[in-house]
């Protein structure tokens, strides 16, 4: 098995808390050096599985191999590899920005540089900041900041943007875009398409703790992308018909009366948001608060 | 260990033990003060109430040849001992549990030891300079003898580290006990106050009613309380003990008892998340 190419090789994981099946036989692969996005509605079970492939949790069954030893027994050398964003931190608040960054990094067996890394993140300025004194998006940077320092092979970021504006949300995708471009391995959750879109690599959509489709951003959802609506109006009022091939449809609607305008012809394609609502399906309330 | 393991060189091993271990002091020590209740009801609480009840009842006596506030720095002795230890361990590790610290950690290559010792190394240094403040009070503003025999000395260091280890031990295991940081505070601020109150630390022990002696002859305060009247008063205070001597060996045997105790409590309990977290 060519596992030396993959940071991340999950097979059949599941997991129960009581009643509720949170992972139900999950299969995931991430490659060395990409960047994957877990997609999902709340509850979806992203942040479990995250939880389990960071040792933070113990699985019930399947087989889990993170940078090739599994979380539930590796020690502190493969901890060294790793790198953990975890949902929300509100600990620490007494330390500064700096005092913080340079007590993770004596953790690590090879650092970055924390000043570096201050810089990175865009927290120079509130570098002698105590963490409770930061806004949210800082905090959240400064999360990223203690899970970065460390120069980890794998990075893990559970919803790294929930509650930015927009314009930090750029920022930080900048961020995340240049540790990638560096060789990190990311694996991240989210229920931003957008960000999803931007980031990834590959993305995977989980619902009810399966994992239902792996693609790239552009192709998610690829059959169900593949129908298009053609829309028209003639002397019989409005039409509309869904295909899967527009281009003879409309071409067909042209030789009717050629060299006449086809009155408000559109072509529609689902948008990758359409598409992700679809394959979720009943969780769709969820994702759309 | 040996080598200067600077921080820009590259090393091929995880830092030491040591070195982890002394960060985690350094900046336990720092959280602490920067953090004012802490220093107000741990750190402080040993010679605020000093002052106040030795300003009022100063000039009484305790017993033969004992003033009040003599007895009374043997019980803020002993009280600092368990505040630094068993309340400040059973407070920070429930809030850090609760703010998510201990979760971050564990997420990191730092040891889990390095956690426990940078938490016992905290404690000691903040129980010596609250002893010291403590005593210089006492010199200072109340006129108080210090025992010069090294003897008592060495009574001192034992008491006060098996009483330092104990509440350790039992600080960090009952930390996990409750649900949350908030709710810890509500469990263990009542029981440290009425440990107080029944151990002989603000009313003379022999004075105490015989089944609330008996009651506080199962915990570890009333133990620690009694080894510093047998440092810090004359030999002549022992015939005003119900015991009638200061029973250093059942001292040792109590309070050993209590650390075994606690570092069971301590394995089965602790973790590094929220008791919620699955």
């Avoid at chain 1, 790793?82 to 990094?105: K, P, W, Y």
């Avoid at chain 2, 003897?151 to 104990?166: D, K, P, Q």
């Amino acid at each position: 098995m060519a596992d030396t190419d993959l940071a991340v090789r999950v097979r059949g994981l599941s997991k129960r808390y009581g009643d509720h099946q949170a992972l139900d036989g999950l299969d995931l692969d991430v490659q060395r050096g990409e960047t994957f996005a877990l997609l999902g509605p709340n509850g979806a079970g992203k942040t479990t599985a995250v939880e389990i492939l960071e040792g933070h949790r113990q699985r019930d069954g399947g087989e889990v191999a993170v940078l090739g030893a599994d979380p539930g027994t590796a020690g502190l050398d493969w901890r060294a590899r790793i790198g953990v964003v975890l949902q929300s931190g509100s600990d620490s608040g007494a330390l500064s920005v700096t005092e913080l960054v340079r007590h993770f990094a004596g953790f690590y067996p090879r650092p970055r540089d924390p000043d570096e890394v201050i810089d990175a993140v865009g927290l120079r300025e509130k570098a002698r900041t105590r963490a409770r004194s930061l806004s949210g998006g800082q905090r959240r940077r400064l999360d990223v900041a203690l899970g970065i320092v460390g120069r980890p092979e794998l990075l893990f970021l559970d919803e790294p943007t929930t509650g930015f504006d927009p314009q930090a949300r750029r920022q930080f995708w900048g961020l995340i875009g240049s540790l990638a471009e560096e060789g990190t391995t990311i694996l991240l959750t989210t229920h931003y398409l957008d960000e999803a879109e931007h980031l990834a690599d590959r993305v995977g959509v989980i619902t009810s703790g399966r994992m239902v489709e792996v693609s790239e951003p552009t192709t998610l959802g690829g059959r169900l992308q593949a129908t298009a609506t053609v829309r028209w109006t003639d002397a019989d009022g409005r039409h509309a018909e869904r295909t899967t091939t527009p281009t003879a449809l409309v071409e067909q609607l042209i030789s009717r009366r050629p060299g006449a305008e086809v009155a408000d012809l559109e072509v529609l394609r689902p948008t990758l948001e359409e598409t992700y609502l679809a394959m979720v399906g009943d969780d769709t309330t969820e994702v759309a608060r | 260990m040996t080598t200067t393991a600077a921080a820009t060189t590259a090393r091929d091993t995880r830092p030491t033990l040591a070195r982890v271990a002394a960060n985690r002091v350094g900046v336990e020590l720092r959280v602490f003060f920067r953090d004012g209740l802490s220093v107000g009801f741990i750190f402080a609480f040993p010679v605020v109430m000093l002052v106040i009840f030795g300003s009022v009842f100063g000039d009484q006596e305790a017993g033969p040849g004992v003033s009040f506030v003599q007895y009374f720095l043997a019980g803020m002795v002993a009280t600092g001992v368990m505040l630094s230890s068993f309340q400040n361990l059973a407070l920070s590790i429930a809030d850090e549990r609760d703010q998510g610290l201990l979760k971050r950690l564990h997420g990191t290559p730092m040891p889990p030891s390095a956690y426990l010792l940078g938490k016992i190394g905290m404690v000691l240094v903040l129980g010596l300079c609250q002893t010291a403040l403590t005593l210089l009070t006492a010199v200072v503003v109340f006129d108080v003898d210090l025992p010069t025999e090294p003897s008592r000395w060495l009574t001192f260091a034992w008491v006060y580290l098996l009483g330092t280890a104990a509440g350790s031990v039992l600080g960090i295991g009952v930390s996990a006990l409750p649900r949350s940081a908030q709710e810890a505070n509500a469990v263990i601020t009542p029981i440290v106050i009425v440990l107080q109150f029944i151990s002989g630390v603000y009313f003379v022990f022999a004075d105490l009613p015989g089944w609330m002696q008996s009651l506080a002859s199962v915990f570890p305060l009333k133990w620690m309380a009694q080894g510093m009247r047998s440092v810090f008063l004359p030999d002549s205070f022992v015939s005003a003990e119900p015991a009638g001597q200061w029973q250093h060996g059942l001292m040792v045997l109590v309070l050993a008892t209590w650390i075994v105790v606690g570092t069971a409590l301590c394995l089965r309990t602790f973790r590094w998340t929220r008791r919620d977290a699955g």
